[in-house]
């Protein structure tokens, strides 16, 4: 029989497995914070510059996006995601080249492409916000100037606001990434092995019985990545060109643009 160890403490964490263990689950909340950083600025940015849009429907439809979203708790949308398409049969996507992994073997939406799915959709609609508060921080007069001297909507979002915008929203950006990447931890109710999973499965194991050690290494491994994007965060708000952007708005448009 193995012998339960009552309150094994930090004596676990001298051995390399249960590190190993502990870094596994650590790189796969690091994808999930990755694919849904990525799909969360693509679409929060389209978002933004949607609601902005003069066009009402177009309006109407990215500010209905980004209120539905923002206003539902992300364990809903975990629950809701992977249950939800649970009863679809998505066995069609295993066709196609790029989205065949989305799937299990059943061919319903696999557990990690359904927690990247859920913080995608919370987090696009938060992006959405950030990104359309730094377009309206410019001068209006900036936009319109644009606009005189030919440009299109989109091309006077992609070649002057947005770019001058990126200055001034990306603290705040980093901010809520940051926040993103602490709520990957909320997967484990999908049975991920993502970090905080993982020390569940050895806190939970009569064989050490050391819960408080557990949790209190995992927060440092969470802290660890945070903190540096806080750093991050932070210079970005000290940058010289940062201010120079408060201070400056200038006007660029490429000429071939303009011609």
């Known amino acids: 029989m193995i012998p339960i160890l009552e309150g094994a403490g930090f004596e676990p964490f001298k051995s390399w497995p249960i590190w190993r263990f502990l870094l596994e689950g650590l790189w796969i909340s690091v994808q999930i914070a990755l694919y849904a950083i990525v799909l969360s600025i693509i679409i929060g940015t389209v978002m933004a510059v949607g ?8 309006h109407w439809l990215c500010a209905t996006y980004i209120e539905v979203f923002r206003a539902t708790p992300l364990l809903l949308l975990l629950f809701f995601i992977f249950f939800g398409a649970g009863r679809l049969d998505l066995s069609w996507l295993r066709d196609i080249p790029l989205l065949w992994g989305l799937v299990d073997d059943r061919g319903h939406l696999d557990r990690l492409p359904a927690a990247v799915a859920a913080l995608t959709l919370y987090n ?3 992006v959405a916000e950030i990104i359309r508060a730094g377009i309206l921080s410019i001068s209006r007069g900036i936009i319109e100037a644009s606009r005189a001297i030919g440009l299109t909507y989109l091309q006077s979002m992609r070649y002057v606001a947005l770019p001058m915008a990126l200055r001034r929203m990306a603290p705040g950006l980093v901010s809520q990434l ?10 484990s109710i999908l049975s991920i092995f993502e970090l905080l999973r ?6 939970d194991s009569p064989l050490y019985n050391n819960t408080l050690e557990v949790l209190l ?3 440092m491994m969470y802290f660890i990545p945070c903190y540096a994007l806080s750093l991050l965060a932070q210079h970005l708000e000290r940058s010289p060109e940062l201010r120079a952007g408060h ?4 006007l660029a ?3 071939a643009i303009v011609q």
């Open 51 to 58: 609601r902005l849009a003069p066009n009402r429907i177009v």
């Open 253 to 255: 448009a490429p000429a």
């Open 124 to 126: 696009s609609a938060v």
């Open 178 to 187: 940051i926040t993103l990447f602490k709520d990957t931890s909320l997967a």
């Open 247 to 250: 201070e400056k708005e200038p």
């Open 217 to 219: 290494i995992v927060s």
């Open 198 to 203: 993982s020390a569940r499965q050895i806190y």
